[in-house]
């Protein structure tokens, strides 16, 4: 019997969301350009069936057919700012009291010998 990935079977509500909002935008971005599943699908190279799973969201589209779809649309550009380390303040915070303290002080170096 084969397992099956919790994730992509009942993945957590935020994700759930965020995926049918990124497919719900990709969507908008092609019929804005007035591009057909087809040829989205010819331009990236998948089937129109991996266009359509990514435009309704669901969770075991691969990341490559998303970031395909925004480089289609143009928009790959935007991607750069997904978990940018210096806009992660959480972890910025978290990083900052893990980091090792000097127990003295170090001294200049003396020149009287």
Aim: aromatic share 6%; hydrophobic share 40%.
């Amino acid at each position: 019997m084969a397992k099956t990935n919790a994730l992509l079977s009942a993945p957590p509500y935020a994700v759930e969301q965020a995926l049918k909002h990124l497919g719900a935008n990709l969507r908008t971005a092609r019929v804005r350009r007035g591009l057909t599943l087809d040829e989205v699908s010819k331009k990236i190279g998948a089937g129109v069936r991996a266009v359509t799973d990514a435009e309704n969201g669901k969770a075991s589209t691969g990341v490559a057919i998303y970031l395909a779809l925004l480089w289609a649309y143009d928009l790959l550009g935007q991607f750069d700012s997904v978990a940018d380390p210096t806009r992660d303040a959480e972890g910025v915070a978290l990083a900052k009291t893990r980091e090792r303290t000097r127990a003295r002080r170090s001294r200049a170096p003396d020149n009287d010998f």
